[in-house]
């Protein structure tokens, strides 16, 4: 039973767009999600990250909008730029920011960004 | 500054071989964890030591030990290989109050 779900397993982008990396979940008890990028033969890197009390959560050209009557949260990337190509996880707690022993992570969403 | 630091990065073993994989972190960090990534999986927690001298099961246990050696220090043991078991492993660690974990660069392991 998959908790978070990362439907897209792939995206392609032009280079100056928006990207927009999709993630859902079904436990409503977690409050506090995460995005980690992940280069080949590297270990993923922390992104962004958004506590369920905020809906919008922005750091230069990365912005995470979090819905929890949906139970949807989304990675904006704006605007897109070739050395974001990379996969990205969706990472969900149920501890809030100061507990993470237990994130659950999504199966990723591989984005390329072409010229 | 070298963060976290896995070893060995890549190694193969036959079915019924054990191995331990090495994990250090120099950041002071409370908290220390065991990932495996599959395909199509994504990243599953195996073990997290919250605290030095403190073990804990995560989503896959099965077939692993672990050991919280000093507060730098947390392997993963493998006693008994299995195919199953190839995977890519990633050792993380967290700062006691941070939500982020900061991950290793991974160790591939293929069982034959």
């Known amino acids: 039973d998959q908790q978070v779900k990362q439907n897209s397993p792939s995206l392609s982008v032009q280079e100056g767009r928006i990207s927009i990396l999709n993630c859902d979940y079904t436990?409503?008890?977690?409050?506090?999600f995460l995005w980690y990028k992940k280069y080949p033969a590297e270990g993923p890197t922390f992104l962004i990250s958004?506590?369920?009390?905020?809906d919008k959560n922005e750091d230069g050209r990365f912005t995470v909008f979090l819905n929890k009557s949906a139970k949807h949260l989304s990675l904006h990337i704006v605007p897109s730029q070739p050395g974001d190509s990379a996969v990205y996880f969706c990472?969900?707690?149920?501890?809030?920011?100061?507990?993470?022993?237990?994130?659950?992570f999504g199966t990723g969403t591989r984005l390329q960004v072409f010229p | 500054n070298a963060g976290v630091t896995q070893t060995p990065k890549f190694q193969v073993l036959k079915t019924g071989q054990s191995m331990t994989l090495q994990c250090a972190q120099d950041?002071?960090?409370?908290?220390m964890y065991w990932y495996r990534q599959d395909p199509g999986m994504g990243l599953r927690l195996i073990y997290y030591?919250?605290?030095?001298?403190?073990?804990d099961k995560g989503e896959v246990p099965n077939g692993y030990n672990v050991s919280r050696l000093n507060k730098r220090e947390f392997s993963l043991r493998l006693e008994s290989a299995a195919p199953s078991q190839t995977s890519v492993y990633f050792c993380?660690?967290?700062?006691?109050?941070?939500?982020?974990?900061?991950f290793g660069e991974g160790s591939r392991l293929t069982v034959l």
């Open positions: 958004i506590s369920s009390i905020k």
């Open positions: 030591s919250a605290s030095e001298g403190t073990t």
């Open positions: 990472a969900a707690s149920a501890g809030g920011s100061y507990n993470t022993d237990k994130l659950i």
């Open positions: 436990n409503s008890m977690f409050d506090y």
């Open positions: 950041m002071n960090h409370n908290s």
């Open positions: 993380a660690s967290r700062a006691r109050g941070l939500g982020e974990l900061f």
